[in-house]
């Protein structure tokens, strides 16, 4: 995989996708460097800034590197009051299980939820601002792809197998307690890493790492995820 390929979420994309995107990729090839926009600019640099120290680029890339903490978004009142939205959602409409078709999550999208805006709000007030930090991208092209919050239960989903997500920085948020659930936390390939997060903290990493969800063995364990892109991208062009 090149370093400027896109790819849809989980790598999911039709065959009249992969064509329109490889037609998309041509005409970004073929273009000189003075008729680039700022943003495709920033996204190329920021998709090769593992290839250069960080002295040269000025920020500490995120690119094909450790996942960050950027720490406490949702306060223990916040917390609850997304699971509460999420409980009463549930109770009448169910869980959602195809909506992610290479690698399907029991989930659902926060745009039902009667708390939709605080959330959305509250994640590009506090991680756009610090993508830009880490990425060299301004902060006025980063959007949303996807909010939704996985639903891990012991009776139902406990894992997620490896995978990448496609989208440049994705996030994982714990919403409820450890003393709810054994086992779970996020497994990075590359780095044999298993990160069990403290609840509230914003675990951001590269959306094209190899990462799954390890399974829980007892209880439940809800995380808020969100694919993170910039506007204007291969899957804006598809859906306009």
């Known amino acids: 995989m090149s370093d400027t390929d896109d790819l849809d979420l989980f790598g999911d994309v039709s065959t009249t996708e992969q064509a329109e995107h490889d037609k998309l990729q041509a005409q970004r090839r073929n273009q000189a460097p003075v008729d680039r926009s700022p943003l495709d600019y920033q996204r190329r640099r920021y998709l090769q800034s593992h290839h250069v120290p960080p002295t040269e680029l000025g920020f500490e890339t995120l690119?094909?590197?450790?996942?960050?903490?950027?720490?406490?978004?949702?306060?223990?009142?916040?917390?609850?009051?997304?699971?509460?939205?999420?409980?009463?959602?549930?109770?009448?409409?169910?869980?959602?299980?195809?909506?992610?078709?290479?690698?399907?999550?029991?989930?659902?999208?926060?745009?039902?939820?009667?708390?939709?805006?605080?959330?959305?709000?509250?994640?590009?007030?506090t991680l756009f601002p610090r993508l830009h930090e880490h990425t060299g991208i301004d902060i006025k092209y980063w959007t949303f792809r996807d909010v939704f919050i996985v639903g891990y239960h012991e009776a139902h989903?406990?894992?997620?197998?490896?995978?990448?997500?496609?989208?440049?920085?994705?996030?994982?948020?714990?919403?409820?307690?450890?003393?709810?659930?054994?086992?779970?936390?996020?497994?990075?390939?590359?780095?044999?890493?298993?990160?069990?997060?403290?609840?509230?903290?914003?675990?951001?990493?590269?959306?094209?790492?190899?990462?799954?969800?390890?399974?829980?063995?007892?209880?439940?364990?809800?995380?808020?995820?969100?694919?993170?892109d910039t506007i204007g991208g291969y899957t804006d062009i598809l859906r306009s």
């Open 157 to 228: 989903q406990r894992s997620l197998n490896m995978h990448s997500d496609g989208s440049l920085a994705s996030l994982t948020l714990l919403l409820n307690e450890p003393c709810e659930f054994d086992g779970g936390g996020t497994f990075f390939e590359k780095f044999a890493l298993r990160i069990e997060q403290v609840p509230g903290d914003a675990w951001i990493h590269d959306g094209r790492l190899d990462h799954s969800g390890v399974a829980i063995t007892r209880g439940k364990r809800l995380v808020l995820v969100a694919f993170i």
């Open 63 to 125: 690119r094909n590197r450790h996942p960050l903490n950027f720490g406490q978004i949702f306060s223990a009142p916040e917390r609850q009051q997304i699971l509460d939205s999420v409980s009463a959602y549930v109770e009448h409409q169910g869980w959602t299980t195809q909506r992610h078709g290479a690698f399907p999550t029991r989930d659902i999208p926060t745009n039902v939820l009667s708390i939709a805006h605080t959330i959305t709000s509250r994640l590009e007030q």
